[in-house]
Nanobody
Framework: EVQLVESGGGLVQAGGSLRLSCAAS????????IGWFRQAPGKEREGVSL????????FNADSVKGRFTISSDNAKNTVYLQMSSLKPEDTAVYYC?????????????????WGQGTQVTVSS
């Protein structure tokens, strides 16, 4: 069973930065798409950034383009989300998730494994 553990959330002022980490274990890392998703109170879970492990391609939601960067460290089986120029509307619980195969999709319902989530709060 795939295991994902997020870390790095916290409280930051608007305009600040945070880096989230997602440590993955118990699967063939190269065969998966890893995604970061977020869910704010009363809102649907939404895709933020994806990375396709087979070729390193990345994808970002329009709302975070130019501000968030997803990357990975193969040796550590860890995926990162560097978040900059944070806004109060970025406040949410952030989850990493994995899906088998190469299709990179922002649809959370297609992901097989999820971490427990980490809270990110951006104050104005």
């Amino acid at each position: 069973e795939v295991q994902l553990v997020e870390s790095g959330g916290g409280l930051v002022q608007a305009g600040g930065s945070l880096r989230l980490s997602c440590a993955a274990s118990r699967f063939s890392f190269d065969d998966y798409v890893i995604g970061w998703f977020r869910q704010a109170p009363g809102k649907e879970r939404e895709g933020v950034s994806l990375i396709r492990r087979s070729d390193g391609s990345t994808f970002n939601a329009d709302s975070v383009k130019g501000r968030f960067t997803i990357s990975s460290d193969n040796a550590k089986n860890t995926v990162y989300l560097q978040m900059s120029s944070l806004k109060p509307e970025d406040t949410a619980v952030y989850y990493c998730a994995a899906r088998f195969g190469r299709q990179a999709t922002m649809n959370p319902y297609t992901y097989d494994s999820w971490g427990q989530g980490t809270q990110v709060t951006v104050s104005s």
